[in-house]
T-cell receptor
Framework: GAVVSQHPSRVICKSGTSVKIECRSL??????MFWYRQFPKQSLMLMAT?????????EQGVEKDKFLINHASLTLSTLTVTSAHPEDSSFYIC????????????FGNGTRLTVT | QKEVEQDPGPLSVPEGAIVSLNCTYS??????FMWYRQYSRKGPELLMY????GNKEDGRFTAQVDKSSKYISLFIRDSQPSDSATYLC????????????FGTGTRLQVTL
C-alpha cells in the first residue's frame, strides 16, 4: 500500500536553532500534503496544507514565518521550525494525498521534536 | 465546544470482548468519517472510512454513522491484545483526502 516516510523520527535541538523535517511519499505522487501537530493526550491539530508548487495554506494561529513549509516536488514536502523554543516541542506528523483523487490520507510515522 | 468529541479513556477490556468506540460531532457539514489507529510514537493508520450515514464492515471492524444524531461508532469484535492502541475518529466535509478534523482519541487496552 501507499507509504509515507517521515524523517527524522526524533530530534533534539537547542532553543533558537532551526530544525527541518522531511515528508516523502514513496510510491505515489502526493499533490497535497498536510502537516499536523500532536501534543500528549491531545488530538492531531492541522497546521498547514501544502500543494506542490504553490504556497502553503496555514491554519489560524499558526505562524507561517516560524513554520516554513516547502512542497517543491510531488514526492517531498519539508517543514522547518525556525528559531525553535521549548513550547514548540511536540509530535509533528505529515500526511499525503495522491491519486486517485479522494484516496484516503496516509500518514507518516511522525517526528518527536524536543527543544531544550 | 469542540467540533468533534471523543472520550479519551482509557478503556480496558478482556481479550475476546466486543469494543465500542464512539465520537459525536457538531458540524453538520461533515460527510466523510474515518477511523484511525495510532500506536505509541507512530503515525495514525487508516482503519475504515464511510461516506454519509450507514454501516461498513471489514473483518472484525464495523463502522457506523448516524448523521441524524451526529454520532459515529467503531465496533471491534473478538478483540486482541494487538488491538491495544489509541483510536482516533476523523471527519471531513469534502472528502477523505482533504482537511480532517480529529477527535482526541480513545486509548484502548485489551488484556489477556
Amino acid at each position: 500500500g501507499a507509504v509515507v516516510s517521515q524523517h527524522p523520527s526524533r530530534v533534539i535541538c537547542k532553543s533558537g536553532t532551526s530544525v527541518k523535517i522531511e515528508c516523502r511519499s514513496l510510491d505515489f505522487q502526493a499533490t497535497t500534503m498536510f502537516w499536523y501537530r500532536q501534543f500528549p493526550k491531545q488530538s492531531l491539530m492541522l497546521m498547514a496544507t501544502s500543494n506542490e508548487g504553490s504556497k502553503a495554506t496555514y491554519e489560524q494561529g499558526v505562524e507561517k514565518d516560524k513554520f516554513l513549509i516547502n512542497h517543491a516536488s510531488l514526492t517531498l514536502s519539508t517543514l522547518t521550525v525556525t528559531s525553535a523554543h521549548p513550547e514548540d516541542s511536540s509530535f509533528y506528523i505529515c500526511s499525503a494525498s495522491g491519486t486517485p483523487e479522494n484516496s484516503p490520507l496516509h500518514f507518516g510515522n511522525g517526528t518527536r521534536l524536543t527543544v531544550t | 465546544q469542540k467540533e468533534v468529541e471523543q472520550d479519551p479513556g482509557p478503556l480496558s477490556v478482556p481479550e475476546g470482548a466486543i469494543v465500542s468506540l464512539n465520537c459525536t460531532y457538531s458540524n453538520s457539514a461533515f460527510q466523510y468519517f474515518m477511523w484511525y489507529r495510532q500506536y505509541s510514537r507512530k503515525g495514525p493508520e487508516l482503519l475504515m472510512y464511510t461516506y454519509s450515514s450507514g454501516n461498513k464492515e471489514d473483518g472484525r471492524f464495523t463502522a457506523q454513522v448516524d448523521k441524524s444524531s451526529k454520532y459515529i461508532s467503531l465496533f471491534i469484535r473478538d478483540s486482541q491484545p494487538s488491538d491495544s492502541a489509541t483510536y482516533l475518529c476523523a471527519m471531513s466535509p469534502a472528502g477523505t483526502a482533504s482537511k480532517l478534523t480529529f477527535g482526541t482519541g480513545t486509548r484502548l487496552q485489551v488484556t489477556l
